[in-house]
């Protein structure tokens, strides 16, 4: 489809610039802004409506399944010859669950359990394009795992890096001394 919009965006492009004079359509001239603006730049654009980047998250306690998941969520995204811009992992987070008995504070059952997060990044998905993708994903959804899209936002690139904790450390000492200098 997008190769088919590229052909006759250069087949036109040809036939406009094959001569030496240029012929502009009667509909060019009527345009309210007095800017000419060729007839095949309209091909260049979108049929549809374009989600720009589609964070698809993943959480669950089970981290082969997890992967697996993940991979069949690259090959979805290939198959509907979507563009994945970036695929990566959170830090797993560390849960200790404690299961008291009836009527009293005594541990009777103690679970150590890890979450593990995986995020895959679409890029450009088109607006009829979203739903088929999204009841794909949930038809295929593992036992355990919960998944959530949304649009990508600064927040969510952030979260994604580990800090650094001796620049914490540092920032902080920086902070009780005064804060920086300030050069003139």
């Not at 800017?35 to 698809?56: A, S």
């Not at 290939?78 to 541990?107: C, H, R, W």
């Not at 103690?110 to 895959?120: A, H, N, Q």
């Not at 088109?126 to 600064?154: D, I």
């Amino acid at each position: 489809m997008m190769a088919r919009r590229l052909i006759a965006v250069l087949n036109h492009a040809r036939a406009f610039s094959g001569t030496g004079a240029r012929s502009f359509s009667h509909s060019a001239f009527t345009c309210t802004n007095r800017m000419y603006e060729p007839d095949y730049l309209e091909l260049l654009k979108p049929k549809y409506p374009l989600y720009e980047t589609l964070n698809v998250t993943i959480k669950g306690y089970d981290y082969p399944l997890l992967e697996s998941y993940q991979r069949f969520i690259h090959n979805v995204a290939d198959t509907m010859d979507l563009e994945i811009a970036d695929g990566y992992a959170q830090p797993p987070q560390k849960l200790n669950v404690q299961k008291f008995k009836p009527n009293s504070s005594v541990i009777d059952s103690e679970y150590k359990l890890t979450v593990y997060e995986r995020t895959v990044q679409v890029e450009k998905v088109q607006a009829p394009l979203y739903p088929l993708l999204l009841r794909t994903l949930q038809a295929a959804l593992p036992e355990g795992v919960t998944l959530k899209v949304t649009e990508h936002t600064w927040e969510q690139e952030e979260a994604r890096y580990v800090p650094d904790r001796d620049l914490k450390e540092l920032k902080q000492q920086l902070d009780e001394m005064g804060g920086a200098s300030k050069k003139k």
